[in-house]
C-alpha cells in the first residue's frame, strides 16, 4: 500500500516562507522521480515541480526562483521549501509521483497565505 503523507502547511503573509515535507512508504522511493501538486478552490490541481531521480529538476514557470524541490532518499521524503509567497500560491499542496500518479493520494497540506 503506497502512503503519501504532507506536511508543514500554515498560514502565512505575503513574503513570507514554509517548508512542505512529504513522508512515503510502500514502493521503491529511490527509482521515481517525485513530484508537488497544489489544487486551489474551485480550481484543477496543477503541477508545482519535479525532482528526477538524480539532482534534475523542474519548475512552473509562477514558481520559479521561489520554491526548491529536493529529495532525501534515505529517508525516503521530498520537500518544498517556499518564499517570497504570494496569496495566489494559496491552495492545498499535494506529493505523488511523476505521471501516471499513484492512486493513493494523501491528505494534503493546506498553505494560505494572506494579510
Known amino acids: 500500500q503506497v502512503q503519501l503523507v504532507e506536511s508543514g502547511g500554515g498560514l502565512v503573509q505575503p513574503g513570507g516562507s514554509l517548508r512542505l515535507s512529504c513522508a512515503t512508504s510502500g514502493f521503491t522511493f529511490v527509482n521515481y522521480a517525485m513530484s508537488w501538486y497544489r489544487q486551489a478552490s474551485g480550481k484543477q490541481r496543477e503541477l508545482v515541480a519535479t525532482?528526477?531521480?538524480?539532482?534534475?529538476?523542474n519548475y512552473a514557470d509562477s514558481v520559479k526562483g521561489r520554491f526548491t524541490i529536493s529529495r532525501d532518499n534515505a529517508k525516503r521524503a521530498v520537500y518544498l521549501p517556499m518564499n517570497s509567497l504570494k496569496p495566489e500560491d494559496t491552495a492545498v499542496y499535494y506529493c505523488?509521483?511523476?505521471?501516471?500518479?499513484?492512486?493513493?493520494w494523501g491528505q494534503g497540506t493546506q498553505v494560505t497565505v494572506s494579510s
Open positions: 505523488n509521483k511523476k505521471l501516471p500518479s499513484f492512486p493513493n
Open positions: 525532482i528526477f531521480t538524480g539532482v534534475t529538476t
